[in-house]
């Protein structure tokens, strides 16, 4: 199954190249330099996975997670940057993100975080359905 | 005139910290973008040894790509070395347009976090000054960080340099929210010990929004 993925990260030249490289192995990528700009495909779209930088102008990486986590919950978000400190991870970690990685990294590792963030959403998600289902049965009482 | 070090502290090393930082986190950048580029080439001459046809484009691509990053990490290394340098003489006679220039280009990551650009056009004449270059730089910094807070419309700092009787005086301008800025930033101690070291004086215009400090030079102890 395809993996949709958004990556946002200030640096173009990085994205440009990054989401090509996950194209050629059949992700359907879309990206973007703003935080912004982000929040807003969020809206228009569902993702399996969101790869973010930490260091972003105006509203950082771990502002845009909480926001990210306030609009969807479900949502996995893989942190990928230049800026690494063990207490960052952890600030990040608690915040909801489901990895951290360092740049520069290696794109198997993080194929491999994508599946794995895919595959969790799946399981959140069918278990939100499975929720919604027997709310539907209660109330209706059948 | 003190060390750098006792009229810094802990503050000094804070400093030198926070720009190595965000020194690190720019090689970072490069050298990620850097190994995207070499990974994509190694994508396509897989494909190529397969005999599936590959675009010189895409070729011509990633190669200026690392040759730009490559220039992007000269130029971030070169002013590395510079502001390491910056402490080996406690004084010396420096020009004041090119310590500007480097602490500029090292607060250009906190400036892009804020939004703000700060634009800087260094004159052709050297502004020459017998001064602490690191304490110079710091209080460059600490000029900076209260400008970047206070920048004004369209976020864009200006910096202007000019000769004054008895040494420089750097301009930081326009600062829309000046007013509301004054004060605390100044009051603290390593401020006021950084300006006394550096017979240094700072000047808030709130009607022209604007914040100039002056650079007088520091006496020679014989």
């Known amino acids: 199954m395809t993996e949709k993925v958004l990556l946002v990260d200030d640096e173009a030249d990085f994205l440009d190249t990054l989401s090509e490289r996950m194209r050629d192995r059949g992700m359907d990528v879309s990206t973007t330099t703003s935080a912004e700009d982000a929040l807003k495909k969020l809206d228009a779209e569902s993702y399996d996975a969101i790869v973010l930088d930490l260091m972003m102008p105006e509203m950082d990486g771990l502002e845009l997670l909480k926001a990210i986590k306030k609009k969807k919950p479900e949502l996995q978000v893989i942190l990928l940057t230049g800026y690494a400190t063990v207490g960052k991870g952890i600030e990040a970690m608690k915040l909801g993100a489901v990895d951290f990685l360092e740049k520069p990294a290696d794109l198997k590792v993080l194929t491999e975080k994508i599946k794995e963030a895919q595959a969790n959403k799946m399981v959140i998600v069918e278990k939100q359905m499975e929720e919604k289902m027997k709310n539907i049965i209660r109330v209706k009482g059948w | ?222």
């Open chain 2, 1 to 222: 005139m003190k060390g750098n070090w006792e009229v810094l502290g802990g503050a000094g090393l804070q400093f030198f910290g926070n720009m190595s930082a965000s020194i690190s986190h720019e090689i970072k950048n490069a050298l990620a973008i850097i190994n995207e580029s070499a990974g994509l080439l190694e994508d396509l001459s897989l494909r190529a040894e397969k005999g599936i046809p590959v675009e010189p484009e895409r070729l011509k691509k990633q190669t200026s790509s690392i040759l730009k990053q490559v220039r992007r990490m000269d130029g971030i290394i070169q002013n590395m070395n510079k502001f390491a340098h910056s402490i080996d003489e406690p004084l010396k006679t420096l020009d004041v347009t090119q310590t500007v220039t480097l602490v500029n280009n090292l607060s250009s990551r906190f400036a892009a976090m804020r939004g703000v650009v700060v634009a800087y056009q260094a004159p052709s004449a050297p502004m020459m000054v017998h001064t602490s270059p690191f304490l110079l730089e710091n209080l460059l910094w600490l000029c900076l960080y209260v400008a970047m807070n206070a920048a004004g419309t369209g976020k864009t700092i200006n910096l202007l340099t000019e000769k004054t009787e008895g040494g420089v005086r750097v301009r930081f301008t326009p600062l829309d929210r000046i007013s509301g800025t004054t004060g605390r930033e100044f009051s603290e101690e390593r401020m006021e010990a950084l300006l006394a070291a550096l017979q240094a004086e700072i000047n808030i215009d709130e009607g022209k929004h604007e914040l100039s400090l002056s650079i007088g030079a520091v006496p020679i102890e014989l």
